[in-house]
């Protein structure tokens, strides 16, 4: 599976911006059971989880922290995920990753970053206060 992550740049605090994450392989045998979504990490800190949908049944979870301001959705004909953030804040500021895992949301959630299946290579998010 490759994941290519675009839409990422600068914005003022307030402002909203729209990831998208390109998903391609596994053409033979589709997506599902698999959950895809985003973590982001700051500089000099850990990776972090923000949002995860499942392929199939798009259902959501999202991290406390972007609640009401971050909404996740996917197009399966488009093979994309995105990630519409809103009023952004300072503290958002990171490279936001796709990621992609096979297993539910819980697992995804929660499970160490460096097991996680395929990454994509990561898009830079910077808001200005």
């Known amino acids: 599976v490759q994941l290519v992550e675009s839409g990422g740049g600068l914005v003022q605090t307030g402002g909203s911006l729209r990831l998208s994450c390109a998903v391609s392989?596994?053409?033979?045998?589709?997506?599902?059971?698999?959950?895809m979504g985003w973590f982001r990490q700051a500089p000099g800190k850990d990776r972090e989880f923000v949002s995860a949908?499942?392929?199939?049944?798009?259902?959501?979870s999202l991290a406390d922290s972007v609640k009401g301001r971050f909404t996740i959705s996917r197009d399966n004909a488009q093979n994309t995920v995105y990630l519409q953030m809103n009023s952004l804040k300072p503290e958002d500021t990171a490279i936001y990753y796709c990621a992609a895992n096979f297993g539910g949301l819980e697992y995804f959630r929660t499970r160490d970053t460096k097991e996680i299946d395929y990454w994509g290579q990561g898009t830079q998010v910077t808001v200005s206060s």
């Open positions: 949908i499942t392929w199939y049944g798009g259902r959501t």
């Open positions: 392989g596994h053409s033979y045998s589709g997506y599902g059971g698999y959950a």
